[in-house]
């Protein structure tokens, strides 16, 4: 009962923060996300809990499938399509972890991960929000 209460208070609490968060948040909100994932199944791994190993690496590579498709690729192409390949190696990688229940190839996808959160974290204030207010004031469609 308890457990249930706790993610279901830390659930509503997610969804507060990204309801007022600013894109820039919600992109290092994935990424923390990710690397939280991808450690989580690494322990799975170790522990040979295999369903929550599966669980765990498939919400991975949804957060990847999402930091793809908010990548501007027509702000800057070659970035983009860089960024794109990057990613699909990150899945390729977790899909074989999957399979070999090879741990090593999690630590590489989390080492190719933390060198871009740590350049996300570093991203300027001014920068951010002028970025964030650009991002807010374009119109979809």
Not at 81 to 98: F, H, V
Request: aromatic letters at 8%; hydrophobic letters at 40%; glycine letters at 4%.
């Amino acid at each position: 009962m308890y457990g249930r209460n706790l993610k279901a208070y830390k659930r509503t609490n997610l969804e507060a923060e990204l309801s007022v968060a600013d894109p820039h948040r919600v992109i290092q909100m994935m990424y923390e996300g990710l690397i939280e994932r991808l450690s989580q199944a690494k322990g799975a791994i170790l522990r040979n809990d295999f369903e929550y190993k599966a669980n765990r690496l498939n919400k991975a590579i949804g957060i990847i499938n999402g930091l793809q498709t908010a990548l501007d690729i027509k702000n800057n192409p070659e970035l983009g399509q860089r960024m794109y390949a990057l990613y699909d190696y990150m899945k390729s990688q977790l899909d074989k972890a999957s399979v070999s229940l090879d741990v090593g190839l999690i630590d590489e996808v989390i080492n190719l991960i933390l060198p871009i959160k740590q350049a996300w974290d570093q991203i300027p204030q001014d920068v951010k929000d002028k970025t964030n207010q650009q991002i807010l004031n374009t119109p979809d469609y």
